[in-house]
């Protein structure tokens, strides 16, 4: 899933790159390279901190109950009131 600062380190690459073309100027690579690097690193940062997390979240489902008795004397009450 995107987020909102991906989504502007992208945009300020295109224009790095879009935006040094005036003047007969080279385009900025070095700009480029840099906004696309720190692209990778916050990727591959947020793709470990999910899998961490899916983890953890398998592991507490795992320790959960998968079935549970439930003892509710409400109804009986009720009942014994209508009656």
Not at 47 to 52: C, G, L, Q, S, T
Request: glycine share 6%.
């Amino acid at each position: 899933m995107w987020n909102p600062l991906s989504l502007v380190m992208e945009a300020a690459a295109i224009m790095a790159i879009a935006l040094a073309n005036g003047g007969g100027k080279p385009p900025d690579w070095q700009d480029f390279v840099g906004i696309v690097c720190l692209l990778v690193i916050n990727s591959t940062i947020s793709f470990i901190e999910e899998n961490n997390a899916r983890n953890a979240v398998a592991a507490l489902m795992a320790g959960l109950a998968s079935k549970t008795k439930v003892h509710n004397n409400f109804l009986r009450y009720i009942s014994r009131i209508k009656d």
